[in-house]
């Protein structure tokens, strides 16, 4: 059996090198993150296996990949991945739900605390002041206490309800909001679910932790925007274009709500010109709500263990598309 990794984000595979080649699996690592489909078919044209992070995975080469048995997307989203077009050349689509949970929540936690307190923004204040000889907080002003304050969740899977489950104590008033959740599974996380006018109406603050899919897209939109309270914040660590980022530059020029906190871009990296640089009401981090060096190794082990299991007949842990293994 051959596996390929297409493109990775770690200094380098040799852990995984080492481990499949004890169970006799032939392993090759490139990073073909920008590269024509074509090097990348030419890569994986002989791979049983083949491991993606970010390569975009669609039908055009997917129906030449004619030996891959299983695609294993390194990662939780998979919205560069055709999952119907797997599931038409009998490929076995696997994700790493688990992947960064814990990680995430406590970023989006981190911002939500960050924009609550002003952390980001006080230094300027100090700075400002520090220059002068003397304190100077009207910059900062209004701070307002977060015990007390509603909290809306958009998604409640398995990021979603971690950051439920570690603010519940904090003195929020949390809402959620995921129409794909059973009464039962909504029952079991245990707070108030609403609609998305009520949710975006009623937050102080906002968390996204939906997957990207076509419903999804732009999910914060300028009419979502105009829902919020002046005072209230937005927070994305999900995907980029679930925010409609010339709507939200908009509203925070036209200080329409409080502020922002944003993890994730619908260009990666951003360009200089991109229309949230320059505002004084946002923060910004570089796409690191997944990095940690507890998470890299789960993920590590996660997919070697599918790999694993692969070579001996058995299905993946987590396929999106399990019609392929009745085939």
């Not at 039908?59 to 119907?84: P, Q």
């Amino acid at each position: 059996m051959k596996v390929v990794v297409t493109d990775y984000i770690e200094d380098n595979l040799d852990w995984e090198a080492e481990r499949l080649a004890a169970a006799g699996i032939e392993f090759a690592a490139y990073q073909l993150k920008f590269r024509p489909e074509a090097e990348v078919l030419e890569k994986v044209a002989d791979a049983d296996v083949v491991l993606v992070n970010m390569v975009k995975m669609d039908e055009s080469i997917l129906s030449k990949m004619t030996n891959c048995r299983l695609l294993i997307r390194h990662g939780i989203g998979y919205d560069n991945v055709d999952v119907a077009a797997c599931t038409k050349h009998g490929i076995q689509f696997a994700y790493q739900p688990d992947y960064c949970k814990e990680d995430v929540a406590e970023h989006a936690i981190a911002l939500i605390f960050a924009c609550g307190r002003k952390v980001v923004w006080s230094r300027k204040t100090l700075d400002d002041s520090s220059r002068r000889g003397q304190w100077d907080f009207a910059e900062l002003f209004p701070l307002r206490r977060l015990d007390g304050k509603t909290l809306g969740i958009v998604g409640l899977g398995r990021i979603g309800s971690r950051v439920h489950r570690k603010l519940r104590t904090f003195g929020f008033h949390i809402l959620g909001n995921d129409p794909y959740l059973s009464e039962e599974r909504k029952a079991a996380v245990g707070l108030e679910f609403v609609d998305k006018e009520t949710l975006f109406s009623q937050s102080d603050y906002v968390t996204i932790h939906t997957p990207l899919n076509d419903e999804t897209r732009h999910l914060v939109d300028a009419e979502a925007l105009s829902l919020m309270k002046p005072t209230a914040y937005l927070i994305n660590t999900s995907r980029g274009p679930m925010v409609d980022i010339e709507a939200l530059a908009d509203a925070l020029r036209g200080k329409k709500i409080a502020g922002a906190a944003i993890d994730v871009y619908d260009s990666e990296p951003p360009p200089p010109d991109y229309p949230l640089f320059g505002l004084d009401n946002i923060i910004l981090t570089p796409h690191i709500a997944w990095a940690s060096e507890e998470a890299g190794w789960e993920i590590r082990e996660s997919i070697l263990n599918d790999i694993l299991a692969f070579n001996e007949g058995k299905p993946a842990r987590c396929v999106v598309n399990p019609e392929v293994l009745e085939r």
